[in-house]
């Protein structure tokens, strides 16, 4: 019988690993036989001549070496929804033709007196790099990024939205930002708010109608006509950010809009949400059945009755006959928020913002969600993401999400993968794909183990790097690589190849010392940003508010009170250095203006002088993350003193959107 460990070995599963404080970890036999076991869902028949999948970048000699003996004749074709090429070739050198088109493709071949069918692989044709942003854009920009759930206007139901977004778009262009950078928009479960992260999402293919502002609607009757004026009165109320009030009066608003529309809507607003039905097409449906589905069975989706549990296609149609007014409904709410983030788009281009929109996209699912259910051979089940011990989280960290499943991924020629890139692009100039190690290897814990005693999975990187660089280039949309944590050898060095823009923040460019690091030492293509939603705001890094909040929580904090004095003397040192006298927020941002990054982003956090930090890894309740709104009214904000100083200093820095 096999070894666990070369099964481990065949399959990309680490059976030992260094976390990021140096320490080996000898990975235990169940967890290796859990992994295994969970990867299996994705496994296609084994390969003998394909060595896995074919990337052929532009200007490279589309040839590989096959692993059949040599002499052997081997006849292979290529093929998308159609047949594109077909040849022999003689083991082992397989050479295909010049030329191919950009795309995903299947590349089938079969060694002499096999069946035609022989075995496949997917064939990728990508460009040398991902999209650089346009030629005439400034090489040094700056964005003003927003959780945009936080912002407040007169006109919003105590939770930001488009409209929102269009006025902040609006702000941020008369300042001189090339764009506006915004937390993840996927779709939530917003009726199980019990982790309202953005970051926790049930689809990264579909949008968060938390975010429609629904009053912008044709067809929707009005606050009072809907039976919602007094609730929308109460959260504009309310202190904090009530996901679950939001959800429930914006789905009640939504409904009726939705009946409007049935009842009333016009041949042209008709037509154009069946082209919308008709451009999404099998998925849209998919998703609208698992929503009207999830809704009517309790527990997770594995937990359903049989026949719902894989979403049939002929079942799934059927659902759609009999149940069509609910299952229009989602697709309907999904139309709406498709239009109104498009509107926000297209103002950024009549704006002549060279960015636009900067969306984020999370590095996996949960596990009970859509995409899981949907892709279940190509996402990871009973499996979660996360990350090994380092010096912030001695005992790692367990993110709760579903990852993608390499084999299943290489099944499907990377569509999964190509699917929820494109859902972003096709609204944003930039992406940012947090945790892009990801793609590289994964760092998984099956479910009831703790977060030290996970391991690593390897993943096809080339092939994902060349699909990531074929969405950009055919979406035009550059890519940001939040490459943070513990980064494999040379695996930056693979992603400024590839054209991604590497992901720097200034708390951790640090020297050996604990100095920070001199602005000239940065990288050119690469966005540079104070902190992360994760990190404390630069108020309350300043102020210890993190440091005294963890010891409340009892977390370990990192850090001691002199370590972080230490640090603030290393701040003042850097900046007096370069002749800034001051230590406020306007002058670190002088100070990251002096880089040769592409990419300022600026946070409105850290511009207001927030003290709490978005979200406090490690809690749920224990502190209010992810439902802080901002303290300052969007009306307010264009004549903001501080957002006015950070703006001069970024004109005078020279960074610019036109």
């Known amino acids: 019988m096999e070894d666990i460990r070369d099964r481990a070995a065949r399959a990309g599963v680490a059976t030992e690993y260094w976390d990021g404080v140096g320490e080996l970890h000898k990975v235990a036999p169940d967890v290796i036989s859990r992994v295994l076991e969970a990867l299996a869902a994705g496994s296609s028949a084994p390969r003998r001549l394909l060595p896995g999948p074919v990337v052929i970048r532009d200007g490279s000699i589309p040839e590989f070496k096959l692993n059949g003996p040599e002499g052997l004749p081997v006849r292979w074709k290529i093929s998308s929804d159609r047949k594109v090429a077909e040849g022999e070739s003689i083991s082992p050198h397989l050479k295909l033709p010049q030329g191919l088109p950009p795309g995903l493709y299947r590349l089938e071949a079969a060694a002499e007196g096999e069946q035609e069918s022989g075995e496949e692989a997917p064939l990728i044709v990508a460009p040398r790099q991902a999209y650089q942003g346009d030629p005439a854009a400034p090489r040094r920009m700056w964005a003003l990024a927003v959780q945009l759930y936080a912002l407040r206007s007169r006109r919003n139901w105590g939770h930001g939205d488009f409209s ?24 939530l479960m917003d009726d199980k708010m019990e982790e309202p992260s953005p970051y926790f999402p049930n689809s990264r293919v579909f949008l968060n109608p938390l975010y429609i502002d629904v009053e912008a609607i044709p067809e929707f009757p009005g606050l009072h006509a809907a039976g919602v004026e007094e609730g929308v009165r109460r959260l504009r109320a309310d202190a904090a950010l009530d996901y679950r009030a939001v959800a429930a009066l914006k789905t009640r608003a939504l409904e009726s809009a939705y009946a409007a529309f049935l009842a009333a809507a016009s041949p042209q ?33 594995w937990e359903w009755p049989r026949q719902w549990r894989r979403g049939d296609a002929e079942a799934l149609a059927g659902l759609r006959e009999s149940e069509e007014t609910r299952i229009g409904f ?32 999370a590095v996996g699912v949960r596990s009970d969600g859509f995409d899981a259910w949907c892709e279940q051979a190509a996402v990871l089940t009973g499996i979660a993401v996360g990350a090994p011990p380092d010096n912030l989280n001695s005992l790692g960290q367990n993110w709760g999400l579903a990852g993608f499943n390499p084999l299943g991924l290489e099944q499907q020629r990377f569509e999964p993968f190509r699917q929820l890139l494109q859902a972003a692009m096709r609204y944003a100039g930039a992406v940012r794909l947090d945790h892009v190690l990801g793609l590289q290897r994964l760092y998984i814990i099956p479910h009831g183990t703790s977060a030290k005693n996970g391991t690593y999975i390897r993943l096809p990187f080339q ?17 940001v690589g939040e490459d943070l944590g513990t980064v494999p050898e040379n695996f930056r060095e693979t992603l400024m190849d590839w054209g991604i823009w590497s992901y720097q923040v200034m708390l951790f460019e640090r020297t050996q010392g604990g100095g920070f690091a001199r602005p000239e030492t940065y990288r050119e ?26 010891r409340a929580l009892n977390i370990n904090p990192g850090e001691s009170d002199e370590d972080r004095r230490r640090a603030l003397e290393a701040l003042d040192a850097a900046l007096q250095e370069r002749g ?9 941002t002088t100070y990251l203006a002096d880089t040769p990054s592409r990419l300022l982003v600026v946070s409105l956090e850290d511009l207001l002088g927030v003290q709490e930090q978005v979200n406090l890894p490690g809690t749920v309740d224990e502190h209010p993350n992810w439902r802080q709104p901002l303290p300052v009214a969007l009306e ?22 036109c």
């Open 164 to 187: 929102d977004l269009i006025e902040l778009i609006e702000i941020a262009a008369d300042l001189g930002a090339a764009g506006v950078g915004l937390n993840p928009l996927h779709s």
């Open 269 to 301: 607003r008709r037509a154009a949400f069946d082209e919308f039905r008709a451009r999404r097409a099998h998925l849209l449906l998919r998703f609208a059945c698992f929503e009207f589905l999830r809704r009517k069975f309790a527990g997770p989706w």
């Open 330 to 361: 989602v697709e309907f709410v999904q139309w709406v928020a498709d239009e109104q983030l498009e509107r926000c788009r297209l103002r950024g281009r009549a704006r002549r913002m060279p960015i636009g929109l900067y969306l984020d996209i």
């Open 463 to 479: 092939a994902l790097l060349a699909t990531a660089a074929l969405a950009s280039v055919q979406q035009q949309c550059v890519l």
């Open 525 to 550: 293509n690469a966005l540079v940003t104070f902190a992360t939603h994760d990190l404390p705001t630069f108020a309350g890094w300043r102020g210890h508010r993190d440091l005294a909040l963890k």
């Open 580 to 588: 800034i006298e001051r230590n406020d927020f306007a002058a670190v």
């Open 636 to 657: 307010e904000l264009r004549g903001h003193a501080s957002l006015g100083r950070v703006a001069d200093v970024l004109r005078s820095a020279g960074r610019s959107c």
